[in-house]
T-cell receptor, first 115, second 113 residues
Framework: GAVVSQHPSRVICKSGTSVKIECRSL??????MFWYRQFPKKSLMLMAT?????????EQGVEKDKFLINHASLTLSTLTVTSAHPEDSSFYIC???????????FGPGTRLTVT | AQSVSQHNHHVILSEAASLELGCNYS??????LFWYVQYPGQHLQLLLK??????LVKGIKGFEAEFIKSKFSFNLRKPSVQWSDTAEYFC???????????FGTGTRLTIIP
């Protein structure tokens, strides 16, 4: 089946620094990737939709200057949390949609802790 | 905006018991419906999906779900659960023509051997 990887799986950073999270589709091309945030005991909240070669579309309430998304190739999207603060601590999950299909394949997630 | 409700937050069952997890959505138009499972320490995996056709959908690992349009529901069922079914289950909905998924809050299923 289709595999999506994320790197790193876990990161701890200091307040004020930036962190980059990578999302890769390993065996298929993904014109569209999605970034979610999952709070403890809560659902996945869509942050943004990332389309290859164009600007990401952010959901209401998500700061595009804080959560920078780049989708430079059909297999890679990156999420950069800029000037991270403790309230940005969360579990970030990406998914990738196989071109031509409606199904999204999810990565294993990245646990971000900002101290 | 679409919203998805999963009323069962934590379900505890013994092995071989029957399972039904509820899922209701709000938008009344044409929708695509999904159930995802997240086993401990693993990523989300698709259990089953409904796009059109037979409202009774069969998925992997013996799971099935029934789409009842009049009730805006897509409940997940399994006739006999196993200990290995212990996981978090998420219902998700996308509006037809829109690939964005709206997730429910999830149901934690614990199976007692």
């Amino acid at each position: 089946g289709a595999v999506v990887s994320q790197h790193p799986s876990r990161v701890i950073c200091k307040s004020g620094t930036s962190v980059k999270i990578e999302c890769r589709s390993l065996d298929f091309q993904a014109t569209t990737m999605f970034w979610y945030r999952q709070f403890p005991k809560k659902s996945l909240m869509l942050m943004a939709t990332s389309n290859e070669g164009s600007k990401a579309t952010y959901e209401q309430g998500v700061e595009k200057d804080k959560f920078l998304i780049n989708h430079a190739s059909l297999t890679l999207s990156t999420l950069t949390v800029t000037s991270a603060h403790p309230e940005d601590s969360s579990f970030y999950i990406c998914s990738a949609r196989d071109s031509g299909y409606h199904e999204q394949y999810f990565g294993p997630g990245t646990r971000l802790t900002v101290t | 905006a679409q919203s998805v409700s999963q009323h069962n937050h934590h379900v505890i069952l013994s092995e071989a018991a029957s399972l039904e997890l509820g899922c209701n959505y709000s938008y009344g138009g044409t929708v695509n419906l999904f159930w995802y499972v997240q086993y401990p320490g693993q990523h989300l995996q698709l259990l089953l999906k409904y796009f059109s056709g037979d409202p009774l959908v069969k998925g992997i690992k013996g799971f099935e779900a029934e789409f009842i349009k009049s009730k805006f529901s897509f409940n997940l069922r399994k006739p006999s659960v196993q200990w290995s079914d212990t996981a978090e289950y998420f219902c998700a909905v996308s509006n037809f023509g829109n690939e964005k998924l709206t997730f429910g809050t999830g149901t934690r299923l614990t199976i007692i051997p």
